[in-house]
């Protein structure tokens, strides 16, 4: 296989490159989907959970009340009231916590839940500051926040609870300045007062996780999976669920198998499935953050987890799905995921696969092999 690059192009890129990474550092700062319609908030902490979760969940909303103009005070009290937390148990999940969130269509927020995964957070890594840093976390998402689009590990709205060690913290355990002023923005002081009020009963349910690690670039990906493939998505096999335990929404895709980049001998050429998170009863459907389900005939490379029951996930989600695509001669491998130092991308998949470039630069680059 041989590679040519066209130089001038290449400097184009990497002077391109720079500029991105240096104007994502000064301009990243969480994005918004729903707000409450009251900027002042009780959050319901569920009554008889362990001390340690409930000093975490008081010291998560302390963070935002004292900071920012969202005044969210704690009570202990049931799951089923609007705003509330609790825990959950899911072994085959990559989350510590997760946020359950339905909003009205003219974006007034209905309800939020949120949940520490005992799985992981009843390990002695998680100490008091990690899980009120998970707690700020999905009050965020509570509150109306989403995460911050790139590498920016100053916002406690930053994916990753842990970098790829497992054990050095990856984002900021407290709001920064940035967060802060994205929520003032969402609930101003002054707000009128005729407030927008709650409307139709939604059917859609947003999941918003919080990832246990971060994985900064594909090596450590690749480190991590227990297989890598590529190959071609068929059809989508069936879904799962257990009603209105809403991370259990879970899709299921064949995907027929070209190559096996790393892991065991599989039936190469055969078929295995795949696991996303999100899905549908029928009644309710299930929209996963950084999980985008795969649709039948795209050409992709994956980074898998094994699962318990034998079928693989992708590890982190999107963060684990490449979609590879041909145009004439020339293929590109770009990432689902913004989430990732690109740095590294193109080594590695020159070594491994061919040409990897993300979907923000590829226009600037002419590669063939
Ligand atoms: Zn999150």
Not at 178 to 190: H, W
Not at 202 to 223: F, G, H, I, K, M
């Amino acid at each position: 296989m041989c590679l040519k690059f066209n130089k001038k192009l290449v400097t184009t890129l990497l002077v391109f490159m720079s500029l991105f990474i240096i104007s994502s550092s000064v301009l990243a700062a969480p994005g918004t989907s729903g707000k409450w319609s009251n900027r002042t908030q009780t959050l319901f902490v569920q009554t008889g959970m362990s001390s340690k979760y409930v000093t975490a969940y008081n010291s998560g909303a302390s963070k935002w009340r004292t900071k920012s103009n969202f005044n969210v005070s704690t009570k202990t009290g049931s799951i089923t009231n609007a705003f509330a937390a609790s825990t959950t148990y899911d072994s085959s999940a990559g989350w510590d916590g997760i946020a359950y969130s339905t909003t009205s269509s003219n974006g007034i927020r209905k309800s939020s839940k949120i949940y520490f995964n005992t799985y992981y957070t009843g390990r002695s890594v998680y100490t008091a500051s990690i899980l009120s840093g998970i707690a700020t976390h999905e009050t965020g998402h509570g509150l109306g926040l989403t995460h911050t689009s790139t590498v920016e590990t100053s916002s406690v709205m930053f994916p990753y609870t842990f970098k790829s060690d497992g054990k050095t913290s990856a984002r900021s355990l407290s709001p920064s300045s940035a967060d802060i002023s994205v929520v003032n923005k969402l609930y101003p002081k002054t707000s009128s007062s005729k407030s927008l009020e709650e409307t139709d009963d939604s059917d859609t349910v947003t999941l918003t996780p919080s990832w246990v690690v971060y994985y900064e670039n594909e090596e450590e990906l690749a480190d991590a999976a227990d297989l890598i493939i590529e190959g071609t998505v068929g059809e989508h096999k069936n879904l799962e669920y257990t009603k209105d335990q809403f991370y259990t929404y879970t899709t299921i895709s064949d995907v027929n198998v070209k190559d096996i980049i790393k892991g065991k001998e599989l039936n190469e050429g055969g078929n295995i499935e795949i696991r996303q998170m999100g899905g549908t009863d029928g009644e309710t459907t299930v929209i996963t953050h950084d999980s985008t389900i795969l649709q039948e005939g795209q050409n992709v490379i994956l980074f898998l987890r094994q699962l318990e029951d034998g079928t693989y996930s992708p590890i982190n989600q999107d963060d684990s799905i490449y979609l590879k695509t041909k145009i004439g001669d020339n293929t590109t491998v770009n990432a689902l995921s913004i989430n990732k130092n690109t740095k590294k991308q193109e080594t590695f998949f020159n070594e491994k696969n061919g040409i990897v470039l993300n979907n923000e630069i590829i226009s600037n680059i002419e590669t063939q092999y």
